[in-house]
């Protein structure tokens, strides 16, 4: 079975400064996607970015950038100029290539941003 | 392209009793998931739907837990005889089977069972 930790429980950051969220992944199948979602205060869950499991190069949504390393089964999160509306809970979550596809979530990183 | 919709947004009920949820996914969308969520915890997978058929369901669904999607449209999750450790949030996400789809998803229902 697959499993994502996210080893962070809480990160801190000043606004305009840059961070990173760590999460690795177990799986024994060669074609999978990741993902990482923002979950704000009482708020729903949001897609922030999604990489292909088969594509070496990184994926990046404007301020947002992963570092996927497979090997390592590894899948990194940057956030650059931190923004006071990036405050959430961020979950990493893989997504099988079979039919089935539901997702699976790490146990999530709280961000807070300091002004 | 409305959104998920979940109703109600919260629900106390008392520890027995049965509860209903509502999920309206973005029409388009012929996939429906339902996860739950425990405070300090990633959302867990309960079931999902591929149009009005429910093709998977997790081992947490325990037989008080039931879930339809009639027409493959909305899906209802209902819990019979609710017990405190049914508190949780309820989600329900929608998306389309391509791979590579990131899915959509509600609000959430907050449970409370006193």
């Known amino acids: 079975a697959q499993t994502v930790t996210q080893s962070q429980p809480e990160m801190s950051v000043q606004e305009a400064e840059t961070v990173t969220l760590s999460c690795t992944y177990d799986?024994?199948?060669?074609?999978?996607?990741l993902f990482w979602y923002k979950q704000p205060p009482s708020r729903q869950m949001i897609l922030v970015i999604r990489?292909?499991?088969?594509?070496?190069q990184n994926a990046t949504e404007n301020r947002f950038s992963v570092n996927f390393q497979k090997a390592a089964k590894s899948f990194s999160l940057k956030i650059s100029d931190s923004q006071l509306g990036d405050a959430a809970m961020y979950f990493c979550?893989?997504?099988?290539?079979?039919?089935?596809?539901?997702?699976?979530f790490g146990k999530g990183t709280k961000l807070s941003v300091k002004p | 392209d409305t959104g998920v919709s979940q109703d109600p947004r919260h629900k106390i009920t008392k520890r027995g009793q049965n509860v209903t949820f509502r999920c309206d996914p973005i029409?388009?969308?012929?996939?429906l998931y339902w996860y739950r969520q425990t405070l300090g915890q990633g959302p867990e997978f309960l079931t999902y739907?591929?149009?009005?058929?429910?093709?998977?369901k997790s081992r947490l669904l325990s037989d008080r837990f039931s879930a339809e999607r009639p027409k493959g449209s909305f899906s209802t999750l209902e819990i019979q005889r609710t017990e405190q450790g049914d508190s949780a949030m309820y989600l329900c996400a929608s998306g389309r089977a391509e791979k590579y789809y990131g899915y959509t998803f509600g609000s959430g229902t907050r449970l409370t069972v006193v």
């Open positions: 990489q292909e499991a088969y594509k070496q």
């Open positions: 799986t024994s199948e060669s074609d999978y996607y």
């Open positions: 979550a893989y997504r099988s290539a079979d039919y089935q596809g539901n997702l699976i």
């Open positions: 029409s388009e969308h012929n996939r």
């Open positions: 739907f591929q149009n009005e058929a429910q093709l998977e």
